[in-house]
Each structure stands twice: as structure tokens, then as C-alpha cells.
């Protein structure tokens, strides 16, 4: 278990410091999708890929 936890404190300081957006991943399921639906925005048109919008 060290090496996670060792990952987890080496990793998620990078990933806070270049994130536009964070998600409670602890909030109820459905606040999740939402808040991922929200931040979801089309690529090229209808019909198209959608990617994780990067402001919020």
C-alpha cells in the first residue's frame, strides 16, 4: 500500500496545480454526471466526439 499512498502524494499535487476543473467524486452519482454533462461540450458540430470542456 506505501507505493500508492507514495504515487497519490507525488502524483495528485501535479494534477492540482495544471487542473481547470475539479470534480467531488464523492458527491451522489448523479451530481457527478451532471457536473460531467455540464463540462461536456461538442467538438466540430453535431454528431461529433464531445471532450471534458477545459473551463468551468
Known amino acids: 500500500m506505501g507505493g500508492v499512498l507514495n504515487d497519490l502524494e507525488t502524483v495528485e499535487p501535479l494534477l ?3 487542473a481547470t476543473v ?3 467524486a464523492i458527491a ?3 451530481q457527478v ?3 460531467l454533462g455540464q463540462l461536456s461540450t461538442p467538438i466540430g458540430g453535431a454528431g ?3 471532450r471534458v ?3 468551468s
Request: without cysteine; positive net charge; charged residues 40%.
Open 28 to 30: 451522489p452519482l448523479g
Open 22 to 24: 475539479e470534480i467531488d
Open 48 to 50: 461529433a466526439r464531445t
Open 53 to 55: 470542456g477545459l473551463r
Open 33 to 35: 454526471v451532471r457536473r
Open 16 to 18: 492540482r496545480a495544471t
